[in-house]
């Protein structure tokens, strides 16, 4: 059990790497080679009686201690953090005292990382112009599964530059400009009449804890993303996402059973979300989608706007019906750094 743990350890260690955070990176690896059973703690993450890979157990360690650095709680490593750029033996030295002393770092093994990732809201933004493009601009009913604390169901808050376009809302305190390639998306106007989020777990964007609990799981190193987080946050703040708590496929039956009201556009959207759901559940969501799919009419008129891991980069597809035709909008980077838009002429 214990080389699977440390084995867990480096893996996660090789996503940060990639994923643009060399601190955790090296945080990690440190744990997966030093880490001994002397601490009950290091007892608890060796003997881990599940999967640590499945279960996340890096990133429960990895945000548990990013929660204790910036409440204060361990000056000590806290003067190791980004900016700074500790030696391995330094950065090692300090974890060890967090380890022997930090009881408080145990309750954050207890339950998986949740995140928020606003910047997709930068991907997700560029695929409502082009359902807007494709049903005249029709008011927009947005309903989105796996929504956490719903930063990216509030998207019109934000102001953007896609492709040199400007969308959104102008001046907002929060401006996505994921790095462009490829033409601009269409130049159509989003107009949200209203919207609601479904999670297993919603996250309440006006609770102190949760918020922490946000902010812990973005890599320390990446101060661009933590800076977006938390103008999201306090956006957000002023005018709580509308979400329920509960499971996606239940929620959207409820929905879609619903007759819609004419004139507007029904979306469904989805953000690194639709991977959480069992296989029986995802087909599920497209089974549904295509059942309502097949009432709408050019009046009342439903997308599903996915943007998900499609083996290696995340895609961002359109589905619009009635038709039922699928656009294949964009890759994008996980967490919307960049934005490889195709658009609407190269559907399939
Ligand atoms: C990786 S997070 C992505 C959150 C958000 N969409 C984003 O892009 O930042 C996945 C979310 O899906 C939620 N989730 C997982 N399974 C679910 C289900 N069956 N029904 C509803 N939400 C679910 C999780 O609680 C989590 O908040």
Do not use: K
């Given at each position: 059990m214990t080389e699977r743990v440390r084995h867990s350890f480096a893996v996660q260690a090789g996503h940060c790497e990639r994923l643009g955070s060399p601190f955790t990176a090296m945080l990690l690896r440190l744990v997966a080679a030093?880490?001994?059973?002397?601490?009950?703690?290091g007892r608890r993450i060796l003997g881990w009686p599940g999967d640590p890979e499945a279960d996340a157990l890096p990133l429960r360690l990895a945000g548990g201690l990013?929660?204790?650095?910036?409440?204060?709680?361990?000056?000590?490593?806290?003067?190791?953090y980004p900016p700074a750029a500790p030696d391995p033996a330094a950065l090692w030295e300090a974890l060890a005292r967090a380890f022997a002393t930090a009881a408080d770092l145990d309750p954050w093994l207890d339950s998986a990382p949740q995140t928020n990732e606003v910047a997709r809201s930068g991907v997700l933004m560029p695929g409502l112009m082009a359902v807007a493009a494709m049903t005249g601009s029709k008011p927009i009913v947005l309903w989105e599964i796996g929504a956490s604390a719903g930063l990216n169901l509030v998207l019109d808050a934000y102001a953007y530059e896609l492709g040199?376009?400007?969308?959104?809302?102008?001046?907002?305190?929060?401006?996505?400009?994921?790095?462009?390639?490829?033409?601009?998306?269409?130049?159509?106007?989003?107009?949200?009449?209203?919207?609601?989020?479904?999670?297993?777990?919603?996250?309440?964007?006006?609770?102190a804890q949760h918020r922490e609990r946000l902010?812990?799981?973005?890599?320390?190193?990446q101060r661009a993303r933590l800076a977006r987080l938390e103008a999201a946050l306090a956006l957000a703040a002023a005018d709580p996402p509308p979400l329920?708590?509960?499971?996606?496929?239940?929620?959207?039956?409820?929905?879609?059973a619903a007759p819609p009201q004419a004139g507007q556009a029904r979306v469904v959207q989805h953000s690194i979300a639709l991977q959480y759901l069992p296989v029986q559940g995802r087909a599920q969501v497209?089974?549904?989608?295509?059942?309502?799919?097949?009432?709408?009419?050019?009046?009342?008129?439903?997308?599903?706007?996915?943007?998900?891991?499609e083996g290696g980069p995340a895609g961002l597809r359109l589905t619009l019906w009635p038709g039922g035709r699928t656009h294949r909008l964009a890759t994008a980077h996980p967490h919307g750094q960049w934005v490889r838009?195709?658009?609407?002429?190269?559907?399939?």
């Open positions: 030093r880490l001994t059973g002397d601490t009950a703690l990013h929660a204790l650095v910036r409440r204060g709680r361990l000056p000590d490593l806290a003067a190791l040199g376009r400007a969308a959104g809302r102008p001046g907002a305190g929060l401006h996505l400009a994921p790095d462009w390639t490829g033409p601009p998306p269409p130049e159509a106007s989003v107009r949200i009449a209203a919207r609601r989020g479904v999670d297993l777990n919603p996250l309440d964007v006006t609770d902010t812990a799981y973005v890599w320390p190193d329920d708590r509960g499971d996606a496929v239940a929620w959207l039956a409820e929905r879609l497209a089974a549904l989608l295509s059942e309502a799919g097949a009432r709408a009419t050019a009046d009342t008129p439903l997308a599903w706007l996915a943007y998900e891991f838009w195709e658009g609407l002429p190269g559907s399939r």
